[in-house]
């Protein structure tokens, strides 16, 4: 692995004290940041590397972490429309059994990741079907997933018994705890689809190993009518009372929630990714982010699957974020771009349980970093790069991706990956797609 | 002007009908469209151009209407920030006053108007302080701009007096009439800078001369509260009560609403331009668009300025009005892919005046079109075309621009005009912008 020298950048560190580097240089060695300074110093004058890429003026930020997605479901992007999300995910799971199987996973993986990997996320926790595909997808590509079995009790894709997704989350973990680019998780649907006593079982597989516990919780009104219900009990402290929230737990959603589900939701130091693109499309509602933020709790920001979005857009995520706590709560300044631009990266990297190593730029973290252009007509001109990244710049404007050291994306394009060829497949595939639902 | 053939093009008309004309062809000749059909009708195979060109399968659709904006204003985008309208206005006005001259207000315009273009808004609605200047800086950039005096009782830019205001309503009436690029209007600020006589003057000259009248309206609480104050009236209610609502009004925002003065927006069949990103971003609230929509009122988009935004981006315009509709009144169905995209292009059109020539595709109407890329990670597969244009679409996928026929930006780059200049012109302008709030 080359070393690399990042030069002539405004960088952006995302670190704790929201700290700006103009007309700084970024030194990468053996994948890690080495050194990070202004440009003129003494020291940053004696840098050198073999590889040397001028950033031309432009932002050098931390690759943002998607902590929520369904890749493969870009194979479904725009199949089902206009409908709540308990009606909506009928359809889509029809579709699905019709078309999913191991090689049509992985080109829809490919195809999402992509997506995520040239829009700047370096990183995306991604919840599947057969998350050995997904892995695969994600190295093909070179990014970091966090990703793993999942549990299901409904008939499912495949015919997959509980005792096969046992084994599968398992098997995943003794497969892909060694390798340093994915961060293994054990992900349960959620509680309207999976047992108490499923998801207990699912928790306990994530313990034993160390790994992340994920879910859906809480994104509907009609989940938490399910939930009542069936157990007497809010979505939240349903999980709650099966021990099923902490510090490695991730919710994703998390929109309808009271003030004590919030409490709970703090104490326990749970995790929330938020999916404002999905929830507002799929009409689940608007989460209570200024709250949750009051409560600080770490929140996170993911993109949900193009099958809801109808894209895996995080810098969308990002000023929906941003805006709608603003807006909701009629308060200019309920939640700033800061706050937000964190949630998008190290938030995520403490949810992943690897804020020493992922989501800033600090001397010593994973060389996991993005270019993004200022050089265009709206971006100039630039008084604040913080306010400019979440509510000015998007996925167009990222021009470079590295994932530890390596540069993955060069000038808009995938290193290494005919992604046209994979673009022609999904074409291939659309019709029988459509077909699944006619 | 040559005539011109689009072929293989995926159409998408924006006529009543919400028309797709799959692998289709456009003829354009002398500005106006002259046919629209599919390949391989044999009227098709006989349209003949001395110019042609391949859409290579991407979208074919109308220019989209920006019906809302203060161009120039990018100069100051990111320059204020966290601050609720009353309080923002006040600094926004202190840095405008130290900046804006006509030649800064040219300079502003153009950024703004290629911010515009650029992202495939053909026609642009602009209320600023030099209107001649913004028609200067479309003229130059090939588009077209509904735009005249604007009357502001508070001490303005240049130290205008309401006389200067009268003359400068009527002047540039008389300057761009014959224009067919240019549409005239009158634009008061809103009911809370400008007194009911003022209002009342600046909509006889707009009578007069058949121009349309154009201002801000129920953007905030605070005015509501402050026109309550003064007139002892709400704003709407206070518009009706000095008869300044009817067909040819256009009124920005109406964020804040009661069923009463949705009931007199429709029966007075008032045109509404929503600015969705500038009302949550300032904290301004959501718009009730669902209800305005079953009014059966002409709704219409608008992005603000980009000092609110701070972008200038329909394309999110059109997601969050979708969005919001559907996520704020949790139901998916709130409002539809097809409702929005006519919003941001017929509605514009009928809201100018000039829906016989604008915001669709049809033989006979002007040639103001734009294509859109398809042929990427974001949007494949391709189910419908509208719900990607409205849920997957962005700025950067708009490639080319027509207006009246004329291809005014090509491969993603403004023909005829240096934008690198302009961008260096702002930059060194930025910091005494900065300066102008220290």
Same mark, same amino acid.
């Given at each position: 692995?080359?070393?690399?020298?990042?030069?002539?950048?405004?960088?952006?560190?995302?670190?704790?004290?929201?700290?700006? @580097?103009?007309?700084?240089?970024?030194?990468?060695?053996?994948?890690?940041?080495?050194?990070?300074?202004?440009?003129?110093?003494?020291?940053?004058?004696?840098?050198?590397?073999?590889?040397?890429?001028? =950033?031309?003026?432009?932002?050098?930020?931390?690759?943002?972490?998607?902590?929520?997605?369904?890749?493969?479901?870009?194979?479904?992007?725009?199949?089902?429309?206009?409908?709540?999300?308990?009606?909506?995910?009928?359809?889509?799971?029809?579709? #699905?059994?019709?078309?999913?199987?191991? #090689?049509?996973?992985?080109?829809?993986?490919?195809?999402?990741? =992509?997506?995520?990997?040239?829009?700047?996320?370096?990183?995306?926790?991604?919840?599947?079907?057969?998350?050995? +595909?997904?892995?695969?997808?994600?190295?093909?590509?070179?990014?970091?997933?966090?990703?793993?079995?999942? &549990?299901?009790?409904?008939?499912?894709?495949? /015919?997959?018994?509980?005792?096969? &997704?046992? &084994? #599968?989350?398992?098997?995943?973990?003794?497969? $892909?705890?060694?390798?340093?680019?994915?961060?293994?998780?054990?992900?349960?649907?959620?509680?309207?689809?999976?047992?108490? +006593? *499923?998801?207990?079982?699912?928790?306990?597989?994530?313990?034993?190993?160390?790994?992340?516990?994920?879910?859906?919780? !809480?994104?509907? +009104?009609?989940?938490?009518?399910?939930?009542?219900?069936?157990?007497?009990?809010?979505? @939240?402290?349903?999980?709650?009372? $099966?021990?099923?929230?902490?510090?490695?737990?991730?919710?994703?959603?998390?929109?309808?929630?009271?003030?004590?589900?919030?409490?709970?939701?703090?104490?326990?130091?749970?995790?929330?990714?938020?999916?404002?693109?999905?929830?507002?499309?799929?009409?689940?509602?608007?989460?209570?982010?200024?709250?949750?933020?009051?409560?600080?709790? *770490?929140?996170?920001?993911?993109?949900?699957?193009?099958?809801?979005?109808?894209?895996?857009?995080?810098?969308?995520?990002?000023?929906?974020?941003?805006?709608?706590?603003?807006? %909701?709560?009629?308060?200019?300044? !309920?939640?700033?771009?800061?706050?937000?631009?964190?949630?998008?990266?190290? *938030?995520? =990297?403490? !949810?992943?349980?690897?804020?020493?190593?992922?989501?800033?730029?600090?001397? /010593?973290?994973?060389?996991?970093?993005?270019?993004?252009?200022?050089?265009?007509?709206?971006?100039?001109?630039?008084?604040?790069?913080?306010?400019?990244?979440?509510?000015? !710049? /998007?996925?167009?404007? %990222?021009?470079?991706? &590295? %994932?530890?050291?390596?540069?993955?994306?060069?000038?808009?394009?995938?290193?290494?990956?005919?992604?046209?060829?994979?673009?022609?497949?999904?074409? +291939?595939?659309?019709?029988?797609?459509?077909?699944?639902?006619?």
């Amino acid at each position: 692995m080359d070393d690399i020298l990042i030069k002539d950048a405004l960088i952006v560190t995302c670190d704790g004290s929201h700290s700006i @580097i103009e007309n700084g240089v970024m030194a990468v060695s053996q994948g890690k940041i080495t050194a990070l300074e202004q440009t003129g110093t003494s020291a940053a004058e004696n840098l050198s590397a073999k590889k040397i890429v001028s =950033a031309n003026g432009n932002i050098l930020m931390p690759g943002l972490i998607n902590m929520h997605c369904h890749a493969a479901d870009s194979l479904f992007r725009g199949l089902v429309e206009n409908l709540p999300l308990e009606e909506w995910l009928g359809r889509v799971w029809i579709a #699905e059994k019709a078309i999913l199987t191991p #090689e049509t996973t992985y080109l829809g993986s490919i195809l999402g990741l =992509a997506e995520n990997l040239l829009s700047g996320s370096t990183t995306v926790m991604d919840m599947f079907w057969y998350p050995d +595909q997904t892995v695969k997808a994600a190295k093909d590509l070179g990014m970091r997933i966090s990703t793993g079995g999942i &549990f299901f009790d409904l008939p499912g894709i495949g /015919g997959r018994s509980h005792k096969d &997704f046992i &084994f #599968e989350a398992n098997n995943f973990y003794q497969k $892909h705890s060694s390798d340093d680019s994915v961060i293994p998780a054990v992900l349960p649907h959620g509680s309207y689809t999976v047992s108490p +006593q *499923n998801l207990s079982e699912a928790k306990s597989i994530a313990d034993r190993h160390g790994m992340l516990f994920c879910t859906h919780a !809480a994104e509907t +009104q009609a989940e938490q009518n399910d939930i009542k219900a069936r157990y007497d009990n809010s979505v @939240i402290r349903h999980l709650d009372k $099966h021990k099923l929230l902490g510090e490695t737990s991730v919710l994703a959603h998390c929109v309808h929630l009271d003030e004590k589900e919030i409490s709970l939701l703090a104490q326990s130091k749970t995790n929330i990714v938020l999916n404002p693109m999905s929830n507002l499309k799929l009409g689940s509602g608007i989460a209570p982010v200024k709250a949750m933020h009051r409560a600080e709790i *770490n929140l996170t920001i993911g993109t949900d699957g193009a099958i809801s979005g109808n894209d895996l857009d995080m810098w969308l995520a990002m000023r929906l974020t941003c805006g709608l706590a603003k807006g %909701v709560n009629m308060e200019a300044d !309920a939640l700033t771009a800061e706050q937000v631009l964190h949630m998008a990266t190290i *938030n995520g =990297a403490k !949810a992943l349980g690897k804020s020493n190593t992922l989501g800033s730029l600090e001397i /010593g973290k994973n060389a996991d970093f993005i270019l993004v252009d200022i050089n265009n007509s709206h971006s100039i001109p630039l008084f604040d790069p913080i306010t400019h990244l979440v509510f000015g !710049a /998007g996925r167009s404007d %990222v021009t470079d991706v &590295f %994932v530890s050291g390596k540069h993955v994306v060069k000038n808009k394009k995938i290193s290494g990956l005919d992604i046209e060829k994979i673009h022609e497949e999904v074409r +291939q595939l659309a019709p029988s797609i459509k077909a699944s639902l006619e």
